[in-house]
C-alpha cells in the first residue's frame, strides 16, 4: 500500500489533506474579506480602495489555484465545494469595495 492509498482509504474524518485545503480555501478567503473590507474603510470612496480590493482579489484567487493545482491532492467533493465557496465569497466581496 502507497501513501496515496492510505491517504485516501478511511473515513473521510481520517483524511487531514482534505480539511488542509478547506482551511486553506477560507483563510484566503477570510484574509481577502479582511483586506478589501479595511481598505473600503479606510480610503471611502477613493479609488485606491478600489485598486487594493481588486489587487486583493486576484492574489487570492492565485493562492487558491496554486493550491488547487498542487499534485498530490485528492478531488474530494467537501474540497471542491470549499474552493468553490471560497472563490464565489471573494467575488462577491470585491463587489462591495469596488461599487461603492
Same mark, same amino acid.
Not at 500500500?1 to 478511511?10: K, L, V
Not at 471611502?44 to 493545482?69: D, N, S, T, Y
Given at each position: 500500500?502507497?501513501?496515496?492509498?492510505?491517504?485516501?482509504?478511511?473515513?473521510?474524518?481520517?483524511?487531514?489533506?482534505?480539511?488542509?485545503?478547506?482551511?486553506?480555501? =477560507?483563510?484566503?478567503?477570510s484574509?481577502?474579506?479582511?483586506?478589501?473590507y479595511?481598505?473600503?474603510?479606510?480610503?471611502?470612496?477613493?479609488?485606491?480602495?478600489?485598486?487594493?480590493?481588486?489587487?486583493?482579489?486576484?492574489?487570492?484567487?492565485?493562492?487558491?489555484?496554486?493550491?488547487?493545482r498542487?499534485?498530490?491532492?485528492?478531488?474530494?467533493?467537501?474540497?471542491?465545494?470549499?474552493?468553490?465557496?471560497?472563490?464565489?465569497?471573494?467575488? =462577491?466581496?470585491?463587489?462591495?469595495?469596488?461599487?461603492?
Amino acid at each position: 500500500m502507497d501513501e496515496r492509498d492510505a491517504i485516501e482509504s478511511g473515513e473521510p474524518i481520517d483524511r487531514p489533506p482534505i480539511y488542509r485545503i478547506v482551511l486553506i480555501a =477560507f483563510l484566503v478567503w477570510s484574509s481577502h474579506f479582511i483586506v478589501s473590507y479595511g481598505a473600503a474603510l479606510i480610503f471611502p470612496e477613493q479609488a485606491i480602495a478600489r485598486w487594493i480590493a481588486g489587487a486583493a482579489m486576484l492574489l487570492a484567487f492565485a493562492a487558491l489555484v496554486v493550491r488547487a493545482r498542487r499534485p498530490g491532492w485528492m478531488r474530494d467533493p467537501m474540497a471542491l465545494g470549499a474552493l468553490g465557496l471560497a472563490l464565489a465569497g471573494i467575488i =462577491f466581496g470585491t463587489l462591495p469595495a469596488v461599487v461603492g
